[in-house]
């Protein structure tokens, strides 16, 4: 049975650094590919990176240049590492994946089937 296991996030001061991580278990498909999500209180979540089996990754423009998204393939684990994080990055941030994606996977993708619990991230001014 597929599984998401997320860890990481907590609270910052701006400008500080948090990694997030998702470890896969489960997945018998070469063909996976990656999401973190976030959804701050009041608003709509939205798509923060995503990174294709095939490779090609895509990133929010709120977050291209501070948010790398990888993965360490050996221990199945996808990486979310947010750099120069300001107050508006502040949400509760998930993970996704899709065994069955299209070839190229964009931030607004929409059909990944499988999801982490959550994790909040709180970053003060």
């Known amino acids: 049975q597929e599984q998401l296991t997320e860890s990481g996030g907590g609270s910052v001061q701006a400008g500080g650094s948090l990694r997030r991580s998702c470890a896969a278990s489960?997945?018998?498909?070469?063909?996976?590919?990656w999401g973190w999500y976030r959804q701050a209180p009041g608003k709509q979540r939205e798509g923060v990176a995503t990174?294709?089996?095939?490779?090609?990754?895509d990133y929010a423009d709120s977050v291209k240049g501070r948010f790398p998204i990888s993965k360490d393939n050996a221990q199945n684990t996808v990486y979310l590492q947010m750099n120069s994080l300001k107050p508006e990055d502040t949400a509760m941030y998930y993970c996704?994946?899709?065994?069955?994606?299209?070839?190229?996977?964009?931030?607004?993708?929409?059909?990944?089937?499988?999801w982490g619990q959550g994790t909040q991230v709180t970053v003060s001014s």
């Open positions: 996704a994946a899709e065994a069955d994606p299209p070839l190229r996977v964009w931030v607004k993708y929409s059909g990944f089937r499988f």
């Open positions: 489960g997945f018998t498909r070469s063909t996976v590919s």
């Open positions: 990174m294709a089996y095939a490779g090609g990754l």
